[in-house]
């Protein structure tokens, strides 16, 4: 890699299945200007011999602690960031042919952030899933009307979103080290924070969804379910801190299935705290 000049970091936290990482690392064209950076979460692929393409040039395993989960492994592979542009991939997903000539298009443009478009299916069955939809949706509607709102705030999700490696270094934002919803805040801050962006309408990653259009690392316990309804507060409390109240998430949502879901206790636990953090659930 000596004297290559390195366009994009390719980071992709992983604890799971080795053939999906296997077709997400091969998703990845085999050229000298791309890093891959694999963090192992705790996997039981810990030999390097295990791993797919290690060979590729470009490629770097890392491990971070395991049960510390895909937020704390993306700020690992963060630190090891060598190209000028940032990519995230998780490693039950890939990208589709031709991502990386429509990344290629804005290399030599000077965007905090690119948005794309993506596709999804169920990995049962190979059926479509709707879980690109939104993610899409907000990119039409910034094409179509220019609202930067839904990508900067809405578009909670760091993949198909091409960053400017130094922008992300100079905002110091990293990923909550949370077991679900580590992505959520950073995707907001970095979209607040951001001086410059854009949106193209090029289809570059499919995402693997599992039964109801959920994610394979989908987690319905309590436990985490709490978790994402505390993030879901903080999102609250940064709205009101930059003054845009209309972007806030409902919180009655999550606590009305709190009961429903989990019972009387739970669902008590849910106001008990949103009184402890000042919030109003019945208002967004």
Do not use: W
Not at 23 to 40: G, K, L, N, T, Y
């Amino acid at each position: 890699m000596e004297g290559i000049e390195l366009k994009y970091s390719v980071i992709i936290p992983f604890a799971g299945d080795l053939a999906l990482l296997t077709r997400a690392v091969h998703s990845i064209p085999d050229r000298e200007d791309i890093q891959i950076i694999i963090v192992d979460n705790g996997s039981p692929y810990t030999p390097v011999s295990d791993f797919p393409a290690m060979e590729k040039a470009g490629m770097t395993l890392l491990t971070s602690e395991q049960g510390r989960g895909a937020g704390r492994a993306r700020n690992v592979g963060l630190g090891s960031v060598a190209g000028s542009r940032v990519l995230f991939l998780d490693s039950d997903d890939y990208y589709l042919p031709g991502a990386f000539e429509c990344f290629d298009r804005y290399c030599k443009q000077d965007f905090d952030i690119v948005f794309f478009k993506a596709d999804s299916y169920n990995i049962e069955d190979g059926s479509r899933s709707d879980r690109h939809e939104k993610m899409n949706s907000l990119v039409e509607e910034y094409i179509r009307k220019g609202n930067e709102d839904g990508l900067r705030y809405k578009f909670v999700n760091p993949v198909c979103k091409l960053f400017s490696a130094r922008f992300l270094k100079d905002s110091g934002e990293l990923f909550e080290e949370i077991t679900v919803s580590n992505d959520m805040m950073f995707s907001i801050r970095t979209g607040h924070i951001a001086k410059t962006i854009t949106a193209d309408s090029g289809i570059v990653y499919m995402i693997s969804s599992a039964g109801e259009g959920g994610s394979l690392t989908k987690d319905k316990s309590s436990g985490n379910q709490f978790i994402r309804y505390q993030t879901a507060i903080r999102q609250y409390h940064f709205m009101e801190t930059i003054g845009r109240d209309d972007l806030r998430f409902s919180l009655l949502s999550f606590v009305l299935h709190a009961f429903l879901d989990y019972g009387i206790p739970e669902g008590m636990k849910y106001i008990r705290y949103a009184i402890a953090e000042k919030v109003n659930i019945f208002v967004r």
